[in-house]
């Protein structure tokens, strides 16, 4: 849990290939957010988008 890993390119770990591959978008920096629904749908908020934005409070609340 404490070792790095990449998340984007050639050397991403599978985690966020897959997230990649779900969304099209690879994270460009640092506090990009992915929400997943039970389903398996994946929402991507890039880095700018603050933890108290009014979209992604209501996407996290839709999926509870």
């Known amino acids: 849990m404490f070792a790095t ?3 984007k390119g050639k050397k991403a770990n599978n985690f ?3 997230l990649i591959k779900r969304t099209g978008i690879e ?3 640092n506090f990009n ?3 997943i629904s039970r389903n398996g749908e994946v929402k991507h908020f890039n ?3 603050e933890p108290d ?3 992604l ?3 996290i609340k839709i999926l509870l």
Do not use: D, I, T
């Open 5 to 7: 890993s990449s998340v």
């Open 16 to 18: 966020y290939k897959g």
């Open 27 to 29: 994270p460009e920096w």
């Open 33 to 35: 957010k992915y929400l």
């Open 47 to 49: 880095q700018k988008v």
């Open 53 to 55: 934005n009014s979209e």
């Open 57 to 59: 409070v209501k996407s």
